[in-house]
């Protein structure tokens, strides 16, 4: 079983809701502690029907079961948002919280902190709505807590932010081990679950129902705000990863039908943004100390985005390449690298050849490398590096001479 502990996002927001809400949640719990019990009555009578009996005490419940979200008796809309606010016990609400918290300030960090809020608010009311009108006909024990909602939430961070990765906690054969796993596997590993155990149920009311029909709100809220282009997700959305599959272009965003000159920007919008800029690149290079280069990758769509001229500084484009290729990363080794090139020149002889090398070794591709280690001039690298050239070469020539045939255009 996967625990989530935390992300590797970007925020462009700080979670100021997220922890609201998980307050408003612990004092809920303390309000409900605080209530005295108080005796249940069923009704007896039939509608129309005199059976001489009016209702029977079948014993006490805690004062606010009235708030939970009951089944089966009709619609009742404060039960829609009370019932989400309360947990059944301090074990329940942990369990609920670190979901909460991991999803939550995600898509806080998306949309930010009021949107967050009515996000949240609406999609657990909406999913308490349909779980209510599902078994009007069929009573049932009443039903509360934030899961439904927060499954909503975290289908939206699945759908905005598939390959972000999530610190998880595993527990196998009682050994904890710490990974990294990616939002879309995590939230599919979750809702299968549930789905598999609501089938196995036969869809009756329960944890696992509530779950899913949770999901389903969020998937169809997620999807629809995403395909009119009210979110913003800096292309890691579900699209845009389905997009570069594919291997299409980027959506262009549309431009205005009027042309408006910009104004000045004052000293303190320069200065605003110049703080902007600091921060962003300063999370990216947080993100390539601790070894997350597609984290690192996405948060140069922010930088674009609040400076389209902003330039790169060599060690931090070097530091990147660097990462991108620990991780096996080469497409993106050979991009960076190309913008190395025509950007900087004091490292441009091992830049090219660490691309002929990718090119032989790594893609096979011995003709296009020997090509690059032609462009590479032997006297601007040290006795080792010039060995390393001299070794490739022999390579190249040797996989030619065995007849390699090179089937990539790259």
């Given amino acids: 079983m996967f625990i989530p502990l935390t992300s590797d996002t970007s925020l462009k927001h700080w979670p100021i809701a997220t922890v609201s809400l998980i307050v408003v949640h612990i004092v809920v719990l ?39 979200l009951s089944h089966g008796d009709g619609l009742h809309p404060v039960q829609w948002l009370t019932s989400m606010l309360m947990h059944d016990g301090w074990g329940h609400l942990v369990g609920n919280m670190i979901f909460l918290w991991v999803f939550g300030h995600l898509i806080e960090g998306i949309v930010g902190p009021f949107a967050f809020v009515g996000l949240y608010l609406g999609l657990g009311i909406l999913q308490n709505f349909i779980g209510q009108l599902m078994f009007l006909g069929f009573p049932a024990e009443p039903s509360l807590g934030a899961s439904g909602a927060i499954y909503s939430i975290m289908v939206l961070a699945a759908l905005w932010a598939p390959q972000d ?49 949770g999901a389903g709100v969020g998937f169809a809220a997620g999807l629809g705000l995403l395909a009119t282009g009210k979110i913003d997700c800096d292309e890691r959305d579900m699209f845009s990863m389905i997009r570069d599959a594919a291997g299409r272009p980027k959506r262009a965003k549309a431009r205005p039908k009027t042309i408006i000159k910009p104004r000045e920007a004052t000293a303190d919008e320069l200065q605003e943004k110049m703080r902007k800029l600091t921060f962003a690149w300063k999370t990216f290079d947080a993100h390539l100390v601790s070894g997350h280069p597609d984290s690192a990758i996405a948060q140069l769509h922010i930088v674009r985005k609040l400076d389209q001229d902003v330039h790169w500084d060599e060690p931090r484009l070097l530091n990147l390449i660097q990462v ?50 032609a ?25 030619i001479d065995e007849g390699t045939v090179e089937t990539r255009d790259d």
Wanted: charged share 20%; hydrophobic share 45%.
């Fill in 375 to 399: 462009t590479v001039d032997l006297s601007g690298l040290d006795a080792k590096n010039r060995q390393v050239a001299q070794n490739l070469e022999r390579q190249c020539k040797k996989l």
């Fill in 30 to 68: 303390v309000v409900q502690g605080s209530m005295q019990m108080h005796p249940l009555e069923v009704d007896l009578d039939p509608p129309g029907i005199d059976v001489g009996a009016q209702a029977i005490d079948v014993g006490e419940v805690p004062g606010w079961y009235d708030f939970m």
């Fill in 165 to 213: 990765n999530i610190q998880s906690l595993l527990i196998v054969t009682f050994r904890p081990l710490l990974i990294h796993v990616p939002i879309l596997i995590m939230c599919l590993f979750y809702f299968l679950w549930d789905f598999g155990i609501a089938l196995f149920q036969g869809f009756s009311l329960g944890t696992e129902l509530l779950h899913v029909t």
């Fill in 324 to 373: 991108l290729q620990s991780h096996q990363r080469m497409d993106d080794v050979m991009r960076f690298s190309e913008i190395y090139l025509s950007t900087f020149s004091s490292r441009k002889q091992v830049v090219r050849l660490n691309m002929a090398r990718i090119l032989v070794v790594e893609k096979g591709l011995p003709r296009k490398a020997l090509k690059m280690l």
